[in-house]
């Protein structure tokens, strides 16, 4: 079956740290470029970061440019997250989702509470 | 950035009506490079339609995108009980994405 599944969420105080992990299966990952994007409880969709199929080019978006980074590992089918300098802001749903330049394919997302 | 503004907020509609959702940009959206999606609640975004009127794989014929440039359309000719979600634009025309702030279809 092809699918994502997200895993990490959780809560985590303001200035906190945490990584989020999405595996893939049913597919060639390597082939792929990926994307997180979150939403917040009760408001829409905002995209994260993108990463590339090889890792070579990595984008994202200014409110979290310096404190989120993404990488992967084809070896392992995985795609991750690490956030780091948590704010309250941050508290949102976290989808990995596969790229076409559009999101084909999305993962069931992992919340993240940022709270104290 | 390019902004995209999604009109109305909220549909009220009954189902066998048709619907018509919009959704502008701030800027010309490259190669019409703008993606549709359907969102029910729990559950992740589902894509409709991408390069603003291919249905994607699965999808009823009765779900229809059109547009260019600036100004993008979704169209649900006959609105099914299972189409009452909340819908989604994103454009994919520049290095970082976006979204619109979603439209609402609710049943009136």
């Known amino acids: 079956e092809v699918q994502l599944v997200e895993s990490g969420g959780g809560l985590v105080q303001p200035g906190g740290s945490l990584r989020l992990s999405c595996a893939a299966s049913?597919?060639?990952?390597?082939?792929?470029?990926m994307n997180w994007v979150r939403q917040a409880p009760g408001k829409g969709l905002e995209w994260v970061s993108y990463i590339s199929s090889s890792s070579s080019t990595i984008y994202y978006a200014d409110s979290v440019k310096g404190r989120f980074t993404i990488s992967r590992d084809n070896a392992k089918n995985s795609l991750y997250l690490q956030m780091n300098s948590l704010r309250d802001e941050d508290t949102a749903v976290y989808y990995c989702?596969?790229?076409?330049?559009?999101?084909?394919?999305w993962g069931q997302g992992t919340l993240v509470t940022v709270s104290s | 950035e390019i902004v995209l503004t999604q009109s109305p907020a909220t549909l009220s509609l009954s189902p066998g009506e048709r619907a018509t959702l919009s959704c502008g940009a701030s800027?010309?959206?490259?190669?019409?490079?703008l993606a549709w999606y359907q969102q029910k609640p729990g559950l992740a975004p589902r894509l409709l339609i991408y390069d603003a009127s291919s249905r994607a794989t699965g999808i009823p014929d009765r779900f229809s995108g059109s547009g260019s440039g600036t100004d993008f359309t979704l169209t649900i000719s006959r609105l099914e009980p299972e189409d009452f979600a909340v819908y989604y634009c994103q454009q994919y025309g520049s290095s970082h994405y976006t979204f619109g702030q979603g439209t609402k279809l609710e049943i009136k």
């Open positions: 989702a596969r790229d076409l330049r559009y999101f084909d394919l």
């Open positions: 800027q010309s959206v490259s190669s019409s490079y």
């Open positions: 049913g597919f060639t990952f390597s082939s792929y470029s």
